[in-house]
């Protein structure tokens, strides 16, 4: 991990679209601006992290009882 100290209104680039900017600091806290494409997705990390859970829950499919699945057919097909 690349550290970097920068004071309020500093900023760092990253390659020649992205710019963060610290704009307060405040205790623990540090309120950061970023000017990014708008074609950049930029999410706290735990939102991304839980994106990324939610997908990958979604692309696995369900335990499945096909004998369950079997039945509930036939009993549809009955009525």
């Known amino acids: 991990m690349l550290v970097l100290t ?4 500093e900023s760092i680039k ?3 679209e992205v710019k963060i900017t610290v704009i307060d600091v ?3 806290n540090i309120r ?4 990014a ?3 950049t997705k930029i999410y706290r ?3 991304f992290l839980r994106i990324k859970q939610e997908n990958r829950s979604a692309a696995t ?10 039945q509930l057919v ?5 009525t």
């Open 6 to 9: 920068r004071r309020i209104g």
């Open 14 to 16: 990253i390659n020649e």
């Open 26 to 28: 405040k205790g623990k």
């Open 32 to 35: 950061l601006g970023i000017e």
């Open 37 to 39: 494409p708008k074609e």
């Open 45 to 47: 990390e735990e939102v």
């Open 61 to 70: 499919p369900a335990d499945m009882d096909l004998g369950k699945i079997s």
């Open 74 to 78: 036939l009993d549809n097909l009955d």
